[in-house]
């Protein structure tokens, strides 16, 4: 005949142990899921521009005669991010700039984007980028 086992009783040090391991498993856990919200994202960014927009001065400006593209990321309490430059020495030939690598948690941000032409010629356009997944964006400044 085989004897039971005897359940041993539950005392205080064993009940404050695993208290202490289930805390820091919650702790972990926490930590793991919030890394995952503000992980940073990478993305590639090209900017559109019509053929023609208006600048600071109201005259027209033609997007060949564009020479450079700077910008700053803006985050939702107003802290600049990223500044960003896009040289053209020939102008922009096509609808789009080329590519900026850019490194974003998820969330919404301004961009603060200024175009200079010729001659020192310059546009202001403020548009949103919004960061939920890695990839491309192309984001409109408008006319």
Do not use: Q
């Amino acid at each position: 005949m085989t004897d039971a086992p005897t359940p041993t009783p539950w005392n205080r040090t064993d009940a404050w142990k695993w208290a202490r391991r289930g805390l820091l498993v919650a702790f972990v856990g926490a930590g793991v899921f919030l890394w995952r919200g503000m992980e940073p994202m990478e993305l590639a960014v090209a900017f559109d521009v019509d053929p023609t927009f208006a600048g600071e001065d109201g005259a027209p400006i033609r997007r060949d005669e564009l020479r450079r593209v700077h910008g700053r990321v803006i985050d939702k309490d107003g802290a600049e991010l990223v500044t960003l430059s896009v040289e053209l020495p020939d102008g922009l030939h096509g609808p789009s700039t080329p590519t900026v690598a850019l490194r974003l948690p998820r969330g919404r941000y301004a961009l603060d984007m200024r175009l200079v032409a010729e001659g020192g010629r310059e546009a202001r356009r403020a548009v949103t980028l919004t960061v939920a997944e890695e990839g491309f964006r192309r984001v409109e400044l408008g006319r």
